[in-house]
């Protein structure tokens, strides 16, 4: 299965993603390309993994030129699933048409909580810390045209410390949580989806 990450920031979960593939945990998958929409830290920690990358501006392309660009370069490197991991412009139909059921999110809290329009980064631990919650976690979701709506693949849970800040909350699910559920989730996908592949091109070659 061949993998695209698309990053926007630190690129931390990119980083967790690379480490695994490294040791061997995904052994049906191999990320092969890193495209951001924007200059950043994501891009290069691909460069130094060897792992091409890149840039497309969406603020300077505007969002039209910025998808199909998007798609020429995903269509290029003949990618079977996409990994957004950090990735902060929404995604079209049009995207998440042509690669139904072949995209995956990692949301940092417990979807159907604090997701959607409006909840990134900080915020979303600012929005969970000001209704109380006691737990918190990150959701890994398949991705349709509902902004973090998608079917859930998994979700792990950590509980909220008494003395929390929106950035203490926000680096424990990432260290905790994140670094280690989008990994094994995506391996497991990518087995699932190798498995169907084989599936489907026996049953065209009348293997059954
Ligand atoms: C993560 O918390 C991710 O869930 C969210 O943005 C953060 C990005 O971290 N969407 P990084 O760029 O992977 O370090």
Same mark, same amino acid.
């Given at each position: 299965i061949r993998i695209a990450v698309l990053v926007s920031g630190d690129g931390s979960n990119l980083q +967790? /993603? /690379? &480490? #695994? *593939?490294? @040791?061997g945990e995904n052994a049906d998958g191999r990320i092969v390309l890193v495209i951001g929409d924007r200059r950043c830290t994501a891009l290069e920690r691909a460069e130094r993994h060897d792992i091409e990358a890149v840039g497309l501006d969406r603020r300077t392309l505007g969002g039209k030129a910025f !998808?199909? @660009? =998007? /798609?020429?370069? /995903?269509g290029q490197h003949n990618i079977d699933l996409i990994v957004l991991a950090g990735f902060l412009s929404i995604l079209s139909c049009e995207v998440t048409e042509r690669y139904r059921r072949r995209i995956i999110n990692i949301h940092p809290s417990l979807i159907p909580s604090f997701c959607g329009k409006g909840y990134y980064g900080l915020r979303v631990h600012q929005a969970a810390l000001h209704r109380g919650v006691k737990i918190?976690? +990150?959701?890994?979701?398949?991705? %349709? !045209? &509902? #902004? %973090?709506g998608g079917p859930i693949l998994a979700q792990q849970a950590i509980d909220v410390l008494g003395d929390d800040t929106p950035t203490s909350l926000g680096r424990r699910i990432l260290e905790q949580v994140e670094w280690k559920l989008l990994p094994r989730t995506?391996?497991?996908?990518? =087995?699932?989806m190798e498995r169907?592949?084989?599936?489907? *091109?026996?049953l065209a070659a009348n293997r059954y």
């Open positions: +967790a /993603l /690379l &480490v #695994a *593939q490294k @040791r !998808e199909s @660009r =998007l /798609l020429a370069c /995903l918190s976690g +990150a959701t890994v979701h398949l991705v %349709d !045209e &509902v #902004a %973090d995506v391996a497991s996908y990518c =087995l699932y169907n592949m084989s599936l489907l *091109q026996n």
